[in-house]
């Protein structure tokens, strides 16, 4: 079964950088994901595509403060000078048989 | 500029039916498989289902199967998805969301949301 693994929560300092964890369940190593951004009462956004070769493609308008890196079955996002606007949840997508999020990460910067 | 915007939301009972809609503008919305997503309050994203570019295939999440169908209008640029039988647990704001497929697919747009509630 694909499932998706995400820490619940994450925190780093105003400036500093952060690499949030997404990882694949056992036998899917070779997925692509994508990194979805959801700030305080507002819709999720759209931020990369991630290859299991750590390619990625961002999407528009989305700075390259925030890049994308893979290691076998575990995918990272990486957000470096950290903004306050950069503090909300961030969640992991793939598909299978159906369309499957990890579980987010909250993510705070102090 | 990409702009999904939902529609259809509101308070109902349970047992009760509700039809959202969302309307696409800023690109060839034909050219592209569409999904809704869920997201209970206080809770993460949970996919509902998905639509291919003609509407000639769909799919479901299990816990709606048999109750919600999602279809499209290509000529308004309009997608729906029909909810009926509603229980408690269908409570949530609902995405539509653009698909796109690069080796995989993955969403690469959303819209605002919409919210359901069901209560009695």
């Known amino acids: 079964q694909l499932v998706l693994t995400q820490s619940p929560s994450a925190s780093a300092s105003l400036g500093a950088s952060v690499k949030l964890t997404c990882t694949l369940s056992?036998?899917?190593?070779?997925?692509?994901i994508a990194w979805h951004q959801q700030q305080p009462e507002r819709g999720p956004r759209y931020l990369m595509k991630?290859?299991?070769?750590?390619?990625?493609t961002r999407g528009d308008g989305i700075p390259d403060r925030f890049s994308g890196s893979s290691s076998g079955a575990e995918r990272y996002l990486t957000i470096s000078s950290l903004q306050s606007e950069d503090e909300a949840d961030y969640y992991c997508?793939?598909?299978?048989?159906?369309?499957?999020f990890g579980g987010g990460t909250k993510l705070t910067v102090l | 500029e990409v702009q999904l915007v939902e529609s259809g939301g509101g308070s109902v009972q349970p047992g009760e039916s509700l039809r959202l809609s969302c309307a696409a503008s800023?690109?060839?919305?034909?050219?592209?498989?569409m999904h809704w997503v869920r997201q209970a309050p206080g809770r993460g994203l949970v996919w509902v289902s998905r639509?291919?570019?003609?509407?000639?295939?769909?799919s479901y999440a299990d816990s709606v199967k048999g109750r919600f169908t999602i279809s499209r209008d290509n000529a308004k640029n309009t997608l729906h998805l029909q909810m009926n039988s509603l229980r408690v647990e269908d409570t949530a704001v609902y995405y539509c969301?653009?698909?796109?497929?690069?080796?995989?697919?993955?969403?690469?747009?959303w819209g605002q949301g919409t919210l359901v509630t069901v209560s009695s």
């Open positions: 991630l290859n299991s070769d750590g390619s990625h």
């Open positions: 969301t653009r698909v796109a497929y690069s080796s995989s697919w993955y969403v690469d747009y």
């Open positions: 997508q793939t598909w299978g048989t159906a369309g499957v």
């Open positions: 639509i291919n570019s003609d509407g000639s295939t769909t």
């Open positions: 800023g690109f060839s919305f034909s050219s592209y498989w």
């Open positions: 056992s036998g899917h190593s070779s997925y692509s």
